[in-house]
């Protein structure tokens, strides 16, 4: 793997720890950010020794302000400045990762760095931490998948209201909307998910594998064929065991 500038990776135990680290830029997600994370997931997607990764933000104002606004302004357009975002899928892979990930943010959690933590299986929030979406006000819609996450995490109306109005949330705010599972003091925020991710570890990893994906595909299924994943997916759980 190549050297990172905008992200560090480390990995200890089995459990990987992404670190977005561009703190004098509150973390926002540039043109690199995009690269380096698209080359760090392949490598964990990839590593058997990885059971459980947790992504958090450098620094202690944010987890990430959201797509990188200087280069936004630099590109002959937004438009344009999206279009090279969409040159790797990032989102598809992540979302097709079958390994947990943890998100723990804190401060800023805005725009893409919502869409990321939308990517993770369990969310943690520092109390300090706000959520945002700016996206309306730049005249543009989310590019991360957030239009179509977010919905499925908090629901339509909910999803609709941060969307359209841009109205940013308190940590208790994004509790009581299931944004995020929990919330815990900002020094304790690392601790609190590498014991989720200690406690994930214990468990057979083709298990909560097949776990995650049958929660993750099952949801854009009717119930029949969710039923029918869940079956596929047990059986072949227990051959591979037997
Ligand atoms: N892109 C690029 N740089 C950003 C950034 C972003 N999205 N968000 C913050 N920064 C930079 C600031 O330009 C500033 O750099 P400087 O020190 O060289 O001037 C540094 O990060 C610190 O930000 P600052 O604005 O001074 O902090 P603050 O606490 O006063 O305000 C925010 C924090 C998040 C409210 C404010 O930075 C902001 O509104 N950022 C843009 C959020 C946004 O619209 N994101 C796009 C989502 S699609």
């Known amino acids: 793997m190549s050297a990172f500038e905008v992200?560090?990776?480390?990995?200890q135990d089995g459990i990987g720890y992404i670190t977005l680290n561009r703190p004098e830029a509150l973390n926002a997600y540039n043109i690199r950010m995009r690269d380096e994370l698209y080359e760090?997931?392949?490598?964990?997607?990839?590593?058997?020794?990885?059971a459980a990764v947790i992504l958090k933000g450098a620094g202690g104002k944010a987890f990430c302000a959201g797509a990188d606004l200087t280069e936004f302004l630099t590109a002959p357009s937004p438009v344009?400045?999206?279009?090279a975002r969409f040159q790797r899928d990032v989102w598809g892979r992540f979302l097709n990762i079958d390994k947990p990930?943890?998100?723990?943010m804190h401060g800023y959690v805005l725009g893409s760095g919502i869409e990321m933590a939308l990517c993770c299986d369990i969310r943690l929030a520092a109390e300090d931490a706000r959520f945002g979406l700016p996206e309306p006000g730049l005249g543009i819609i989310p590019a991360a998948g957030g239009s179509q996450t977010l919905p499925r995490t908090i629901g339509r109306a909910a999803a609709l209201e941060m969307l359209m109005s841009g109205r940013w949330l308190t940590s208790e705010e994004a509790y009581r909307l299931k944004l995020v599972n929990r919330v815990v003091p900002h020094a304790?925020?690392?601790l609190a998910?590498?014991?989720?991710?200690?406690?994930i570890k214990t468990h057979d990893r083709t298990a909560v594998s097949y776990i995650k994906q049958a929660v993750t595909r099952g949801l854009d299924l009717t119930l029949a064929e969710g039923l029918e994943l869940e079956a596929q997916l047990g059986r072949r759980l227990t051959a591979a065991q037997e």
């Open 7 to 11: 992200i560090i990776y480390d990995k």
């Open 40 to 50: 760090v997931l392949g490598a964990i997607r990839d590593d058997p020794e990885v």
């Open 80 to 83: 344009i400045a999206r279009q």
């Open 101 to 104: 990930f943890i998100a723990a």
């Open 188 to 190: 304790d925020l690392l």
């Open 193 to 199: 998910a590498e014991k989720i991710a200690i406690k």
